[in-house]
């Protein structure tokens, strides 16, 4: 028989992600490995979302989302950022930021185009750019603080180069880029004429008085910044696969285009939920999530450093790279089996952010969890000298 897999197979094999919480069900343990973000939801948002569904909002919406959420995401844009969008026709509201990045990249991207991004990368950016038959690029950050220069960019720049992709604040590192270092950017973007592709859904969990900056803000940077968000965990909805990205409209309409193809749209009542959230959550909504998750985050570090797995303090997102390299195993994928195992706590290997071996004494575990589970998860680590 001549019949098989396309070689694409080859591109998304399952993340590791996805394994580690595969293991973590088989174990019954607590999962600190996928940022699924289980914590409630604003009631507006399920209100939105339910009287859409009695009002007839089930069909299918335009190719770029419903007016009313479009013109939403535009109103909290220019009030968070001080970012003009025109809801009509800088707006496209698609299945999560996943899949605005997969129809940005299908809409600007050509087969061996390459594309930078910064290591520790999320998988799902590679994997994507790979899925349009891209060529990811990866310069290095560097740890602690996760720095770069204007040299890292230079090296690794060629003839090629279409795009640089900015995760502000970074998953997995919590890495929030400075004003100073997007404006390096933007000078390196504006002098080989890139994309910068953003992802920002981390923009409200920021910590320490640290602030985000949308790098489409800074001067000249709007025309070729698509940026890339959405509020699958701003309102702990990551199954509801809302998200957008916003451009000039040159890009917009094209990137529209292949989201009809792909997704045709976002699920019409889940849009009106986001839109009734994003019109009636004020300013203490997204500062107390800053404020709760600081919290999170300094308890679960706090586990970590009592478990001897010395953590790497993220200013934003809500996940933390940890050094596990004094647990046993040749690697990183058994180091963190092993902690599954003597404590029922699931992380995810470090190997699953680098595209070498750089990442083999890491781990990157998730506290966007409710206290409880996160109590016990902490519990849990800060026992493991004793197994």
């Not at 992600?17 to 914590?39: F, H, P, Y």
Request: hydrophobic share 40%; with cysteine; aromatic share 10%.
């Amino acid at each position: 028989m001549t019949l098989k897999l396309s070689t694409r197979r080859e591109w998304v094999a399952q993340s590791e992600i996805r394994s580690m919480t595969l293991a973590c069900n088989e174990k019954q343990g607590i999962n600190l490995a996928q940022g699924v973000c289980d914590l409630e939801v604003p009631a507006e948002v399920l209100r939105g979302a339910a009287e859409a569904m009695e009002k007839g909002f089930n069909t299918y919406t335009r190719y770029d989302g419903l007016q009313e959420v479009r013109e939403a995401i535009a109103r909290k844009q220019k009030s968070f950022t001080g970012l003009e969008v025109d809801p009509e026709g800088e707006v496209v509201v698609s299945a999560g930021a996943t899949g605005a990045f997969y129809c940005a990249a299908l809409a600007l991207l050509d087969p061996e185009d390459e594309v930078i991004l910064f290591e520790p990368f999320y998988g799902y950016h590679v994997t994507t750019l790979k899925a349009v038959q891209a060529v990811p690029v990866f310069v290095p950050l560097h740890p602690p603080d996760w720095l770069f220069s204007m040299e890292d960019l230079e090296r690794v720049v060629t003839p090629r180069t279409r795009g640089i992709m900015v995760n502000t604040p970074a998953n997995p590192s919590g890495k929030v880029f400075t004003r100073g270092e997007l404006e390096i950017i933007a000078r390196f973007a504006e002098k080989h004429d890139l994309f910068v592709f953003t992802d920002e859904i981390y923009e409200h969990f920021v910590y320490d008085g640290v602030d985000h900056v949308a790098p489409a803000t800074l001067p000249g940077m709007k025309e070729r910044t698509v940026t890339i968000s959405g509020l699958s965990k701003t309102f702990s909805i990551t199954g509801w696969r809302v998200g957008y990205c916003l451009c000039d409209r040159r890009w917009a309409q094209s990137i529209g285009y292949f989201n009809d193809l792909v997704y045709v749209c976002a699920p019409a009542p889940l849009q009106m939920g986001v839109a009734r959230g994003l019109l009636t959550l004020g300013p203490d909504y997204y500062r107390n999530i800053s404020q709760d998750y600081q919290k999170k985050r300094d308890r679960l570090c706090e586990a970590l450093s009592n478990a001897g797995l010395t953590p790497l303090i993220p200013r934003g997102a809500y996940y933390i790279l940890a050094d596990i390299s004094s647990l046993p195993g040749k690697d990183s994928k058994e180091r963190a089996l092993h902690l599954l195992e003597q404590t029922g706590v699931a992380c995810v290997p470090g190997k699953a952010f680098y595209h070498h071996e750089s990442g083999e004494h890491l781990a990157r575990f998730c506290f966007a969890k409710e206290d409880p589970v996160l109590d016990e998860a902490c519990r849990r680590l800060e026992r493991l000298k004793g197994f």
